[in-house]
Structure formats: structure tokens, C-alpha cells
């Protein structure tokens, strides 16, 4: 009787937790219903938006076509009355019009008479005909934004007689790191290219009008590197010009910082310049002057991909940026081979740059070399990071957003709890660490990770994945979070890698869609979507889900212990949040086995998927 009355006391529980579950799936079937409407209600108004933005466009063409019809218009009468003013001017210095004059004046007066005959006979010079000049077109606004007008123009390549034509890399036009901050810019293309998201730059004012420019925006600071090129060039080369101290003066006048960098030439050739000048550092090692090296500029020195691909082919440097590119064409070359065998005494900064477009330097294609090179690149210094040793020594403040990560574990196994937490002790950069599993987590938490702050929560007994990573973000302080899968493996950079793709893409959420996947039971090692590297995708999987921490609030997490990932995904192609997959190392997934994997992926081998993924 007391096992039966058992029985039924645990079948009666399993209804119930069906019954809740099923009423969960129930209400969440009914919220995505009321969303799905109001995004048609959306789709709606955003269609009529697109009709209302249509008719204006249309309007507006309409305008414009008036005003330029009205514009030509005032330009023909404009030239048909020069030509009126210059056929009266004709006639009155041609020779038959003077005698007419002459003879009107000089008709009671012989010596006036004979005087203005000899005159009019005198050959005169006639008017030039007016010309038409062209209309000009219609006033365009200028746009400020960093890149806006940096763009590449040489499409076309040229490799033993063959012509290539390239889809050049689009030069982002922001954002800023530092948009509290302005600062006026003297520089060559390539050092200015690299400080132009650091900051609101102000470029292009010159010796004779630097005075009616700046004060249009009051610069907090003024960077001068010692340029070769442009209108600023001797005035800071050999003896310093007056317009050089002019520009110092009215900066010394508002309390603005001033920089000389060298870069390039002989120190020498700036040095009583530089004196002038509150603070001075230089790229060269010989110089008895603080240190400011070239970093990379996350911006542009990114492996995101030219939209044409790139070609099957080893480079040398020569052929890769031959001497006439500009150097928004030197970013998109830096991206088209399959990798670029650099000569001996290559600038240590033109590498580094070649490797952070994930480029392989050799004359290998090694896509695995190419990531270590890239970290690498990196890993010496960002222009961000060279900024802010900069700003820190001349006393101005260095804030931008930061990279500070905080990690949610949910543990629903015990079993694995020593291997979730030995996968988050590897990485570096956890500034947090959500705890979400059984009593005992806690104190080996705190073990494991004794640096890290941890905030332990035990959860419900019927808790799902779901439950306990909506229960966790609410617990996150950092600017961006990270969802690790006990299951799975991860390496010691993968969190430093996947941090790396918020310096170069848009997106609110970073994670993989190429990833290597490991199935115990055939012991097979896949590898799914390697093409998705470095784009902007659908979806990635859950469990190396990196998103900023508001973001992530507004989505919520789904009480799901299966599938929560998909439902994330989905409600992020709802709200128009874009998601970027990052490199396919640095993580494996685990499972016994997985028949969705084994039809979506590519067998690499039967054995460890370890030695591919983790590098």
C-alpha cells in the first residue's frame, strides 16, 4: 500500500512538473505570439514609414530637379547678358561706331573733327566673348564622421600582367572610443588613419586659416607627428615657422595640451620644433624621449573579410602594396592574399598590422598560424591602449568602455562541477563569477578562482537552464557577459579571443557559429560552418554566448533547459540585434552524441578534436 500510495505521489508530482512546464511553454507561445503581432504591427508601420520616406524622397528629387532647372536657368540669363554687355562693348570700339562718334562731335569743329577721324583709325582691341561657365551642382553636407571621406579608390590590381578587380574593404566611419574627447590632428595619412577613432579628430586646418577653423570646436588637445607631406611640413622641420608658433601660442592661450610625436626622419630635422612643444615622444629607440609606439587599430587592422574573398595566391610585400596606394587601398590589399611572404627588416609595425587582417605572414597558408599571429598582433598593443598611455602622461583622462567580463555557470550535473570550473580558471580577463549549482560549488569556486569575485545561488530543484541564467544576469556588473556549458571545453584564450571581436564588429552579441564539436561515442571530431568565421550570422551556439550586459537584460533567457539558446537567437532576429561569430579555436562542444551535428558539420577525424581546436 505504502509503495503504491508512493507511485502515485511521484507520478502525481511528474504531472504536475508537465503541467507547469507544459503552462510555461504555454506563455511562452503566447508572448511570442503577442510579440509576432506587434512586429507585424511594426512591419506595418514601418511600411507605411517606408512609403511616407518614399513620397518625401520623390518630393525631395522633385525639388532638386527644380532647383536645378531654376539654377541653369539663372545661369543662362547670367551668360545671355554677357553676351548683350559684350556685343554693345564690340560695337562701340568697332571702327565705323568711332567715326560715327567723330563725326557727331567734330561736325562744328574742324580740329576736333580731324582729331577723332585719327582716332577712330588707331585698330582697337576688342572685348573676349563671355564663356559658359558650368552649373554648379547642389550644396553637399559634409560628413564628419571618422572614414566618412577615407575610403578606398583602387579597385584594380596588377600581377605579372594580369588585372584583378577587387571589391575594396569598407573603412568604418566609427564609433569614437572616446567621444568626450577632441583632439587637433597634424599627421601623414597612415598615423592619422590610426588615431581617428580615438577620439573626435579635427584634421585639414593649415597654417593660414588653423585660427577660423579650431575655434569651431575648441580641441582639448593637439597631436603634430612629424609629418613629410602637406602644408605644416616647413614649419616644423629645421628652424621652427611663425605660424607653427602662432598655432602654439593660441593653444597656450585656452589651457590645450599640446604633443609632438615622432614617427618618421630624423629627429634632428623636428628637434627645436619639438622643444616647443609641452610633451614629445617618438617610435625610435635611440631617442631619449618617452615612448609611443604605432599599435593596431582595431577599426581597420581586423580579419573581417573582403566581400570577394581572397585569392589563392602567396605574395610578396612588393606585390601585395605597391608604391602607389593610398592608404585606405593598403587596407583592403592587407586582406586579399592567401598570405604575404614579408622580406627581412619589414617594419615590425607593417607586420603586425598584415597579421591583425589575419593574413598568414610566410609562405605558408596556416589559418591556425594566422590566429596565433593575429592574438599576437594584438596581444603588443591596440592604438586604444597606446592612447591611453599617452593621455595618462599628459594628465588628460583615459575613459572608454571597457572589456571587463562577468560569467555565468549554470551546473545542472555535479559531476561536472571540477570540469566547468578548471574551464573557467584558464581564461583570463574574469572579473566575476556567477555560480549557479549544487552547495558545494561555492567553496571550490572560491578555490579554483581565488582572484575572481564569485557570487554563488542554489537553485530550485526543478530549476531549468533557463531559469538559472535569467536568475544570474540580473547578478552581472560587468560590461559584458559570458555563458560557458559545463560540457564543453575551452581553451585559455577563448575568452580573450572572443572579447577581441567587440573592438572591430557592431554587434551586441559575439560568439561562435564555426566551432570544432567532439562525439564520444563514435569518437568523432566535426568541425560545423567554417565559412561563418568573422560575420555576421543568425546564430551562434549557446555555450560560447558573449553579449554586453544590457543587451542581454532586455532579451531575457527562455525556461528552457534545451533549446534556451535557440529562442535567444530567434528573439534577437525580432528585435534587429546583431550577432557576429567570431574564430572556430579556442572551444570544443562536447556530446555523447548529437545526430543534428553529424548532418550540419564536416567530419575532420576520428580522435581528440583538442589538438585542432585548442591553439
Not at 216 to 223: G, I, K, N, S, T
Not at 370 to 381: D, E, F, K, T
Request: a neutral charge; glycine letters at 6%.
Amino acid at each position: 500500500m505504502t509503495t503504491e500510495l508512493e507511485s502515485t505521489r511521484r507520478a502525481l508530482r511528474d504531472a504536475v512538473a508537465q503541467a507547469e512546464r507544459a503552462a510555461e511553454l504555454a506563455r511562452l507561445l503566447d508572448a511570442a505570439q503577442a510579440k509576432l503581432a506587434a512586429a507585424e504591427e511594426s512591419a506595418e508601420e514601418a511600411k507605411a514609414l517606408a512609403e511616407q520616406l518614399s513620397e518625401t524622397e520623390e518630393l525631395l528629387s522633385a525639388e532638386q530637379a527644380v532647383a536645378d532647372r531654376l539654377r541653369k536657368e539663372l545661369a543662362e540669363q547670367r551668360f545671355q547678358a554677357e553676351v548683350a554687355q559684350w556685343k554693345l562693348s564690340s560695337m562701340k570700339v568697332a571702327r565705323w561706331s568711332r567715326l560715327g562718334d567723330a563725326i557727331k562731335s567734330g561736325k562744328s569743329n574742324p580740329v576736333r573733327l580731324a582729331k577723332g577721324l585719327r582716332g577712330a583709325a588707331k585698330p582697337v582691341k576688342r572685348p573676349s566673348a563671355p564663356k559658359r561657365k558650368p552649373v554648379a551642382a547642389g550644396v553637399k553636407v559634409k560628413d564628419d564622421r571618422p572614414g566618412a571621406s577615407f575610403q578606398a579608390t583602387h579597385t584594380t590590381r596588377t600581377l605579372e600582367g594580369a588585372s584583378f578587380k577587387l571589391k575594396p574593404y569598407r573603412v568604418p566611419t566609427g564609433p569614437n572610443t572616446r567621444p568626450h574627447l577632441t583632439a587637433a590632428v597634424i599627421a601623414d595619412p597612415h598615423a592619422e588613419a590610426l588615431l581617428r577613432y580615438e577620439w573626435r579628430q579635427t584634421t585639414g586646418f593649415t597654417p593660414r586659416d588653423f585660427a577660423r577653423v579650431l575655434p569651431l570646436e575648441v580641441p582639448h588637445l593637439l597631436v603634430v607627428e612629424s609629418v613629410t607631406q602637406g602644408p605644416w611640413v616647413e614649419e616644423i622641420t629645421g628652424e621652427p615657422g611663425e605660424k607653427l608658433r602662432a598655432l602654439l601660442a593660441w593653444c597656450a592661450e585656452r589651457g590645450i595640451r599640446t604633443v609632438f610625436w615622432h614617427t618618421q626622419g630624423e629627429v634632428s630635422a623636428y628637434a627645436a620644433a619639438a622643444e616647443l612643444f609641452e610633451h614629445r615622444f617618438t617610435t625610435d629607440l635611440t631617442v631619449a624621449w618617452p615612448r609611443l609606439q604605432f599599435g593596431v587599430q582595431p577599426r581597420v587592422h581586423n580579419p573581417l573579410p573582403l566581400a570577394g574573398g581572397r585569392i589563392d595566391r602567396v605574395l610578396t610585400l612588393d606585390q601585395l602594396l605597391p608604391g602607389h596606394l593610398a592608404y585606405p587601398d593598403v587596407l583592403t590589399s592587407y586582406r586579399w592574399p592567401a598570405a604575404a611572404d614579408c622580406p627581412p627588416g619589414t617594419p615590425q609595425w607593417r607586420l603586425a598590422e598584415i597579421a591583425a587582417c589575419g593574413t598568414p605572414i610566410g609562405t605558408e597558408v596556416d589559418s591556425r598560424r594566422a590566429h596565433v599571429a593575429l592574438r599576437r598582433a594584438y596581444s603588443m598593443g591596440t592604438m586604444s591602449e597606446r592612447i591611453d598611455e599617452m593621455l595618462d602622461a599628459i594628465g588628460l583622462p583615459s575613459a572608454r568602455p571597457t572589456l571587463n567580463t562577468s560569467v555565468m555557470l549554470p551546473i545542472l550535473d555535479p559531476f561536472l562541477m571540477e570540469h566547468a570550473l578548471a574551464q573557467v580558471a584558464k581564461q583570463s580577463g574574469v572579473d566575476q563569477l556567477i555560480v549557479i549549482g549544487p552547495p558545494e560549488a561555492e567553496l571550490r569556486a572560491r578555490d579554483v578562482l581565488p582572484d575572481v569575485e564569485i557570487i554563488y545561488r542554489r537553485p530550485q530543484p526543478s530549476m531549468t537552464e533557463g531559469a538559472m541564467l535569467g536568475a544570474g544576469i540580473d547578478l552581472c556588473e560587468a560590461d559584458l557577459v559570458a555563458v560557458m556549458d559545463p560540457r564543453d571545453v575551452y581553451g585559455p584564450h577563448y575568452l580573450s579571443d572572443l572579447r577581441r571581436a567587440f573592438l572591430f564588429s557592431t554587434a551586441d552579441v559575439v560568439g561562435k557559429a564555426a566551432f570544432y564539436a567532439h562525439l564520444r561515442k563514435p569518437q568523432a571530431t566535426l568541425l560545423k560552418q567554417p565559412e561563418t568565421e568573422y560575420s555576421y550570422v543568425p546564430e551562434i551556439t549557446g555555450g560560447t554566448l558573449l553579449a554586453r550586459r544590457n543587451a542581454l537584460r532586455e532579451l531575457g533567457f527562455a525556461d528552457l533547459t534545451e533549446g534556451w539558446d535557440e529562442v535567444l537567437m530567434r528573439q534577437c532576429r525580432t528585435d534587429g540585434i546583431k550577432v557576429f561569430s567570431a574564430d572556430r579555436f579556442g572551444y570544443v562542444r562536447v556530446r555523447d552524441e548529437d545526430r543534428w551535428l553529424l548532418g550540419a558539420a564536416h567530419l575532420v577525424e576520428y580522435g581528440s578534436a583538442e589538438p585542432h581546436a585548442l591553439i
